[in-house]
C-alpha cells in the first residue's frame, strides 16, 4: 500500500463512523462493536435512505476509486471478487467471498490465485457477469485516463509496471487469466498472502467492455450490486440509487439493502448536516453521514441529552497520527535525541489538543489497537500518560545536549486538523520542559503535504498519520518502514528513508503467509522492533463520533471502516 496520510484521511473520512454500544472486541479498541440503533423495531424493506455528506462521490468509477474495501456507497453498486465481512467489530474486519465462491485459492508460494464465479450473477440487464468482465475491469485500472486507483496491481502483478491499459494495449493483461467464463487466475510478481484483501477494492469489480464509455463511465456505470445509478448530479455531488430488479440475495450474504432507494446529497457544510441528523425532521430522521464527525463541542452538547446520544455511533478506523523524523537531518540522526523527544511527549494534552478521550486513544504503537493488524502492546520509551521530561533531559545530555536544543517543527495549519496547530503547541509545550524550544514551521495543507513527502524537501521533525487501505499490518509497515518503497522523484512515504535489510527481508517473509493470524503475530513483533528505533512517535489513534437519523435501524459497524455500513441499514 502506498497510501499517503492526506488519501489516507480521505479514506477514512469515506469509510469511518458510528457508534457503538456493544459488546468490546478481544484485542480491539475499548469501545469497539455494533452501535445500538435508534429503535429496536426489525430492520424491513422500503423507504429511502437519506446520506448527508460534506464530500462528492467523485469519479464513480471503479477504476478511479480508491476507498478502503470498496467505501461505503460505492459498494452498493459493485461488487468484488471478494468483500468485507458485514460485521460489528473485531468480526467486520475479515474477508469474505462475494462474486467469487471463496476468498481466493493461493498456489503452494501464494504466487498464483484462483478464483471461480458464483452461479446466477447478472448485472443491472439481466446479462450474466463474467470473469472476462472482471480481467476488463481490471485492466481498465491501468489506464492513464482513469488514474487515481489504488497502485498495487500495478506493483503485484506480472507485467503490471509497464501495461498501459486496454485502450492503448489491445492484447490485454497477460498475468490474468479467464480459462472460462467463471475462472479468473492471477500471476504475481512475488508471494502476496493479503491478495483477498486486494480483491475488495473496486478495480476488481466487472465492467462489460461493450458498455464501457471511458471516462464517462461513472455517470452511468453497470451495477453489479443491489443498487442502480439512476442519477448522477456534477460528478458525484448528487447520486440517486434505486434496486437493481436482477441482484439476488441469494448470491451475496453480505449486502441487506433494506432501502427501496438512497439519495446521497454532498456539499453540506459539516456543522449543517450535524444540526440536520440532531433534529431529524422529515426525511433527515431516515438520515445518514458517510463522511462527518461530531467535533468536542457538538459532542459535549450531544452528551448532555440522553435520546440525541443514543443516536451517535463510535467507530475506529485503522489510522495512527504521529511525530515523524527525516534522519538525514541533524539533530535527528541522533537516536538519542529522537528518543528523549519520546520520552518528553505529553498524550494527555496531545488528545486534549484533538478533542479529548472520547475522539482519540493514546498510542504508543505504530499498529492501531485491534487484533487485524497484529496489535502488540509495547512503550519502549515509557513516560507514562503525560511524558517524563525529567528522563528526557538525561537521555539529552547522553546524546551530547545538556543545555538543551532548539528544533523547528512542520505540520498543517489547518485548524482542528489531526496534525494542525493546536497538536503542535501540545507538542511544542511539552518539549520545553525537556529542555527542546520547538519553533513551529506551520504550513498550508497542500504545501505541507507536498513539502514532507518529497525527499528534497523533506524536514527534520513534523507531524503525519497514516491509514491502512485493509485491516492488516502490511499496508500500515510495508509504505512506511520498507527500504525499497522509498521514493525519490515523487511522493514518498517512508519518512523515516529507513533502509533496513533484516526489516525489507522480515515484511518479504510475512507477505509469505496466507495464514493471516500466523502473519498478523508477525506484523506486530515487527512493529516493536522497529519502534524501539526511535524513527517515529505515535501519539494517537482518532475514534470517529456520528449521528444518525431518527429512524435508522440496524446499525453496523466493522473494525474495517470504522463506520456505520449502509448496506446494512433500514429505515422501515
Not at 478511479?64 to 468484488?80: A, E, I, K, Q
Not at 498501459?164 to 493483461?173: A, H, I, R, S
Not at 511525530?323 to 537531518?329: E, Q, S, T
Amino acid at each position: 500500500m502506498r497510501q499517503l496520510s492526506l488519501i489516507s484521511r480521505r479514506v477514512a473520512a469515506v469509510a469511518v463512523g458510528l457508534a457503538l454500544a456493544g459488546g468490546a472486541a478481544a484485542c480491539g479498541p475499548k469501545d469497539s462493536g455494533g452501535a445500538k440503533a435508534s429503535t429496536d423495531a426489525k430492520p424491513a424493506k422500503g423507504g429511502t435512505l437519506y446520506v448527508l455528506n460534506n464530500q462528492a462521490q467523485e469519479d464513480f468509477d471503479p477504476a478511479r476509486l480508491y476507498t478502503s474495501g470498496g467505501g461505503n456507497v460505492p459498494s452498493l453498486v459493485y461488487r468484488t471478487l471478494t468483500t468485507r465481512t458485514r460485521a460489528n467489530g473485531a468480526e467486520g474486519s475479515k474477508v469474505a467471498a462475494d462474486l467469487a465462491t471463496t476468498t481466493g485459492e493461493p498456489s503452494k508460494d501464494a504466487t498464483v490465485w484462483t478464483y471461480h464465479l458464483k452461479d446466477g450473477l447478472k448485472y443491472e440487464d439481466g446479462s450474466p457477469i463474467t470473469t472476462a468482465d472482471i480481467k476488463y475491469g481490471i485492466e481498465r485500472s491501468f489506464a492513464a485516463e482513469l488514474s487515481g486507483g489504488a497502485p498495487y496491481l500495478r506493483d503485484w502483478l506480472i507485467g503490471g509496471a509497464a501495461y498501459q491499459g486496454p485502450y492503448k494495449d489491445k492484447n490485454g493483461l497477460a498475468s490474468v487469466e479467464t480459462p472460462d467464463a467463471k475462472t479468473i487466475v492471477f500471476h504475481l510478481n512475488k508471494p502476496e498472502g493479503e491478495f483477498p484483501f486486494l480483491a475488495t477494492q473496486t478495480s476488481f469489480a466487472p465492467v462489460p467492455k461493450a458498455k464501457d464509455t471511458g471516462t464517462k463511465y461513472a455517470e452511468h456505470p453497470v451495477s453489479s450490486g443491489p443498487y442502480k445509478v439512476i442519477k448522477n448530479e456534477n460528478n458525484g455531488e448528487h447520486l440517486v440509487l434505486e434496486r437493481n430488479p436482477n441482484w439476488s440475495e441469494a448470491t451475496d450474504d453480505q449486502r441487506k439493502a433494506y432501502p427501496d432507494s438512497i439519495d446521497v446529497q454532498s456539499g453540506l457544510d459539516q456543522a449543517v448536516i450535524n444540526q440536520r441528523l440532531s433534529t431529524g425532521t422529515g426525511k433527515d430522521a431516515a438520515a445518514v453521514t458517510t463522511d462527518t464527525n461530531l467535533g468536542p463541542a457538538e459532542l459535549a452538547k450531544v452528551n448532555g441529552d440522553k435520546a440525541l446520544a443514543s443516536r451517535v455511533g463510535t467507530g475506529h478506523f485503522g489510522y495512527t497520527d504521529y511525530i515523524a523524523f527525516n534522519p538525514k537531518v541533524k539533530p535527528f540522526d541522533n537516536p538519542k535525541v529522537r528518543q528523549a523527544i519520546a520520552y518528553a511527549v505529553n498524550r494527555t494534552t496531545v488528545v486534549n489538543a484533538v478533542g479529548g478521550s472520547s475522539l482519540a486513544d493514546q498510542a504508543t504503537t505504530y499498529l492501531p489497537e485491534q487484533a487485524s493488524f497484529g496489535y502488540t502492546p509495547y512503550d519502549p520509551f515509557p513516560a507514562g500518560k503525560t511524558g517524563d521530561p525529567v528522563k528526557a533531559k538525561q537521555v539529552l545530555a547522553e546524546a551530547g545536549y545538556p543545555n538543551g536544543i532548539t528544533v523547528s517543527l512542520t505540520h498543517d495549519v489547518t485548524k482542528a486538523d489531526e496534525q494542525g496547530p493546536e497538536v503542535a503547541t501540545a507538542v511544542q509545550d511539552a518539549l520545553k520542559a525537556a529542555g527542546i524550544t520547538v519553533k513551529l514551521d506551520g504550513q498550508e495543507h497542500k504545501a505541507f503535504g507536498d513539502k514532507i513527502h518529497n525527499v528534497s524537501t523533506e524536514p527534520g521533525f513534523f507531524l503525519t498519520g497514516w491509514g491502512a487501505d485493509w485491516p492488516s499490518g502490511g499496508p500500515f509497515l510495508g509504505p512506511i518502514f520498507d527500504g525499497r518503497q522509498i521514493v525519490k522523484d515523487g511522493s514518498n512515504f517512508n519518512n523515516a528513508q529507513l533502509d533496513d535489510p533484516a526489516v525489507n527481508k522480515e515484511i518479504d517473509e510475512i507477505n509469505k503467509l496466507t495464514d493471516l493470524k500466523a502473519a498478523a503475530a508477525r506484523w506486530g513483533a515487527l512493529d516493536q522492533k522497529i519502534g524501539e528505533q526511535a524513527v517515529t512517535v505515535p501519539l494517537f489513534h482518532p475514534v470517529y463520533k456520528r449521528l444518525f437519523g431518527k429512524d435508522i435501524k440496524n446499525v453496523v459497524i466493522s473494525d474495517w471502516t470504522g463506520v456505520l455500513d449502509i448496506s446494512q441499514v433500514s429505515v422501515k
